[in-house]
């Protein structure tokens, strides 16, 4: 998508939450001159040590998502630990030991229905169908490489293995909420130059709409 949407810019008003409790230390606890563990707000997270807190947290883009769309259509941002273990319930996280696998986009997308009463669709889009979604007062999951979060540096090496929340489009770029974005840089509403955008995206996502009926 080199030229943008086409259509007139679109943002949404909705409520930003890094995947880390305290998202003026993301910068710090990324790069390691911080560990998780010492975030001291690591107890709003509903976990119940700052061990089983530092192991959630490096998982919870997705979490942090669903937390956002929550707060913009319902008000509510539950804890995110609290939710992270209702996604690994419903399948959405698979975990083998210390491993975990996931965020899974379709028992996500179920969860997200069944349990929240959201429009909630995993599948592939296309930039332009990104942006025509977003346009239509729905918000995106987006599957991306981390390194979105300066989308001027280098090209990362693959696509994928980090979920940003795209709220708003214009002409030139994608508007996100990253959840591991640098705070005052790439954090919230965050433009990602289209000509950029592809660099990092996977090619598929979770749509999710307001609550239905």
């Known amino acids: 998508m080199a030229d943008g949407s086409g259509g007139a810019a679109v943002v949404h008003d909705v409520p930003y939450y890094a995947q880390w409790e305290s998202a003026g230390l993301v910068r710090e606890i990324v790069t390691g001159a911080v560990s998780a563990a010492d975030d001291p707000r690591w107890g709003e997270s509903g976990a119940a040590t700052p ?13 942090a998502c669903l937390r956002m769309a929550l707060d913009h259509w319902w008000g509510v941002a539950p804890a995110a630990v609290g939710l992270a273990g209702e996604c690994q319930a419903a399948g959405a996280y698979v975990r083998d030991g210390e491993r975990l696998r996931g965020l899974i986009h379709t028992p996500f997308a179920a969860y997200a229905r069944d349990r929240w009463g959201l429009a909630a669709q995993a599948r592939e889009l296309m930039s332009e169908e990104i942006a025509a979604e977003v346009a239509g ?8 490489h981390p390194a979105i979060r300066n989308p001027d540096g280098p090209e990362p090496g693959r696509r994928g293995g980090h979920l940003v929340l795209a709220v708003g489009t214009t002409g030139t770029a994608l508007v996100i909420h990253n959840p591991s974005g640098f705070a005052g840089e ?13 660099r990092f995206y ?6 999710l709409g307001p609550p239905e009926g």
């Open 137 to 144: 007062g729905r918000l995106v999951m987006v599957s991306v």
């Open 186 to 198: 790439s954090q919230a509403f965050a433009h990602v130059p289209w000509r950029r955008f592809e």
């Open 202 to 207: 996977a090619g598929r996502g979770i749509v």
């Open 51 to 63: 061990e089983e807190y530092e192991y959630w947290s490096w998982r919870l883009c997705g979490v």
